[in-house]
């Protein structure tokens, strides 16, 4: 089971399934161009992990990229460590492509855990990777960039890598 925390551990989760979808793309003959690919999301118990390269996500982060994964909300869990009960703080933000997105985080440490969005992924608790423990970190390695218009000139495209490349967010 997948495990995570903040960076003081005073917030700690965990999920019981894989992430829940995969993003992977399709070229036809007759869509011979990247802009032409075919993007499809199939709602399945396989590893999904992408890189966002939103503005939103960049801000939040104060990195490049977000690297997150979809876990079903029912399938999530929070606990508290021994020596203190977790203070969850929200903000609540409008994305770029204007959907709600709330970022959940740590009032002790400051460290961004998850986030939800009332679109898009509304059943669904986007976990940044990074606050994943070690040993479950390793299963997740990226299937898909997002936004890669935002993409840091100077940062390698993971195309032809077997990551699929989409402009935006995915069509759910």
């Known amino acids: 089971m997948p495990t995570g925390s903040c960076i003081c551990g005073a917030i700690k989760y965990s999920f019981d399934v894989q992430p829940s979808a995969k993003v992977s793309t399709h070229t036809t003959p007759e869509h011979s161009h990247p802009q032409d690919t075919l993007r499809v999301i199939t709602h ?21 990229a977000a690297s997150v994964a979809l ?14 009960v977790p203070s ?9 492509a204007g959907m709600q997105i709330t970022y959940v985080f740590c009032s002790d440490c400051g460290t961004t855990c ?43 495209s993971l195309e032809g890598k077997g990551v699929a490349q989409v402009q935006g967010f995915p069509e759910a």
Do not use: M
């Open 44 to 64: 399945t118990p396989l590893n999904h992990q992408c890189l966002c390269h939103c503005l939103s996500c960049r801000r939040i982060t104060g990195t490049t």
């Open 71 to 84: 876990i079903p909300k029912a399938d999530f869990q929070t606990t508290a460590s021994a020596e203190s």
């Open 88 to 96: 969850f703080r929200q903000n609540t933000i409008t994305h770029e």
């Open 114 to 156: 998850w986030k939800t969005a009332n679109a898009g992924w509304p059943d669904q608790i986007i976990v940044f990777t990074g606050t994943l423990d070690d040993a479950s970190f390793e299963q997740f390695k990226p299937d898909a960039e997002f936004w890669v218009k935002y993409r840091a000139p100077w940062l390698e």
